[in-house]
């Protein structure tokens, strides 16, 4: 598998399979961005009669019990970490992929292309 596409799947939510959004993680160490594990808690939580329990992890399914389950599922997602070294991957590639530059030529500037392009071979 190439490096490339590796460190994609690495800076990807398994939930939108897009670059996280401040990745929090569950104690099993999955992580997801905030929004998307806040709208999963929310429709997927587990209770015994009236009192919610917890909710099992969209990859590994283990069950996951937030330490106040008194509180709105909702609020669930404030109690895991922010998984600072995945949030600056994922700022850091944002910024690489913003400075990025294209040929202009080949493909409608869809080729990276930093002194000149491989596919055409002009000079950017």
């Known amino acids: 598998m190439p490096a490339a596409v590796m460190e ?58 937030p330490p106040k389950t008194s509180e709105d599922p909702s609020t669930w997602v404030n109690y895991y970490h922010i998984n600072e070294g995945l949030q600056s991957q994922c700022e850091e590639k944002k910024r690489l992929a913003a400075e990025r530059k294209s040929c202009d030529i080949c493909e409608g500037g869809k080729n990276d292309a930093e002194f000149w392009c491989r596919e055409c071979k002009a000079c950017s």
């Open 8 to 65: 994609e799947e690495l800076l990807s939510c398994p939930i939108c399979f897009e670059l996280y959004k401040l990745p929090r993680t569950l104690p099993c160490l999955h992580s997801f961005c905030e929004p998307c594990l806040s709208s999963y808690i929310a429709s997927s939580f587990i209770s015994q009669g009236k009192e919610p329990i917890g909710f099992n992890c969209p990859v590994c399914r283990t069950l996951t019990n």
